[in-house]
């Protein structure tokens, strides 16, 4: 087989004096993520995808949260390894395709961003990086403000 999907799921609740960080980019706002590392959502969402595509678990696995190393660490660095994990067996990343959860912020302002800093990272061209953001229509945490979410699915093909 020449090709390998993953999809991967994360939420981290908002919480004040923290820095809102989504797919790499800061985007200015009362609260931030919580998180063990710097909680970029998106990121995680991305990563859980590409491990999961080739069954090689997920996240928790390589960077656990009980590590202090990764302790406040960025997301796009830890992306960039799982990047060269992947390439290590021989796959790619042919496209990624996902969506965030969010109340509030409103994220549109900030997608192009997400999607060059992403793509810059895994040396993707941008029409490779797809982000789009919608609501939960005021219903449970992301639609009450008090969590963000994302969904991705990642495309690999063999090198």
């Not at 997400?114 to 982000?131: F, G, K, N, P, Y």
Request: aromatic fraction near 4%; charge should be negative; proline fraction near 4%.
């Amino acid at each position: 087989m020449n090709i390998r999907i993953g999809n991967g799921y994360d939420i981290h609740r908002l919480v004040n004096d923290r820095p809102l960080i989504i797919g790499g980019v800061n985007i200015p706002y009362a609260q931030g993520l919580l998180g063990h590392s710097d909680a970029d959502v998106l990121t995680h969402t991305i990563m859980d995808a590409m491990l999961g595509a080739l069954a090689l678990g997920d996240i928790g696995h390589y960077f656990p949260p009980t590590d202090p190393q990764w302790a406040g660490a960025d997301s796009i660095k830890l992306l960039q390894a799982v990047d060269r994990l992947i390439k290590a067996q021989g796959w790619q990343i042919n496209n990624i395709d996902s969506v965030i959860i969010a109340e509030a912020p409103k994220l549109k302002p900030h997608i192009k961003s997400m999607c060059d800093r992403l793509a810059q990272a895994l040396d993707l061209e941008i029409s490779q990086v797809s982000v789009k953001a919608t609501t939960n229509e005021g219903l449970d945490s992301m639609g009450q403000k008090a969590s963000i979410a994302a969904h991705a699915v990642v495309l690999l093909v063999r090198i």
